[in-house]
């Protein structure tokens, strides 16, 4: 694998770099790209950040993110500390450090939402990207999982299974599990060498701090993609439900997160990562 990745990598004829610059303050925010999950930012005060896009994109041609925007945890209303803005950020080669900088698009929560003291906003922004990569045809003939009788049962089984890897520290079972979404994303963000595809692969890194799994938590299940792609989300803030928690040698406690979304290919009767 590692091979096929590096070849396919060096034919690219360019490295197309499209992030996404997210600041905030006074409010909870969540972004959805192109109807996949991207990221959550339900931190108290300021937050600034810049969070990598390409996963998000399955092939060239539009794109969307759409920020959900709440208020601030222990308040019901938008208020005059309420700020959120996104910006489509390009990079033309992200394979060199010097390369052009560009701001296609961007977005900041109106005055008059924050005027009306709303609970809740929902916003959209579209831009075109050209990638050299196309994952769309293994998403396009994707079941729809909103149809399936018994699918809350599936998805609560394959988050069991999964949870008890974590238990077990068994690294190659997740590994496995991840595989075509690892390889997509050394794809989409141009690894090409040995180490950063093998770093990619190595779950070693959830159990560096001695890191035991989290009991599962109160979720929701929420549909993504018309219905193609889902996942359990925690009720309070719509993030991961799979953690592991370790402490440092100075004692500090740390959590990290593992990423499921789940879609079951065409002909198959089972859930995959994807």
Known sequence: ?????????????????????LDKGGCRVQLIGNDIPLYTAFEQGGFSTLLPFNANILQ?????????IYPDAGKTTFDDYTNASIKVVYFEDDKNKNSARKIVQEYKIPKEVIDKKLNYFEASIKFKATVPFNFSKQFESAKDLKKRKNIETEVVAAYHKIHSWLAKKDVKSLADFRKETDKKACLAYYLDTEQEIEERFDYTFLFENNSKADPLPKYTMTFYAGGKLVRLERIDNHDEILTVT???????????????????PEGSEELKQF
């Open 246 to 264: 370790g402490k440092t040698e100075d004692g500090y406690e740390v959590m990290s997160d593992l990423s499921v979304l789940l879609y079951m």
């Open 60 to 68: 060239s041609g539009e794109q969307t993110v759409t920020i959900k």
């Open 1 to 21: 694998m590692n091979q096929k990745i590096q070849k396919e990598v060096s034919g690219y004829a360019n490295f197309p770099n499209y992030s996404i610059q």
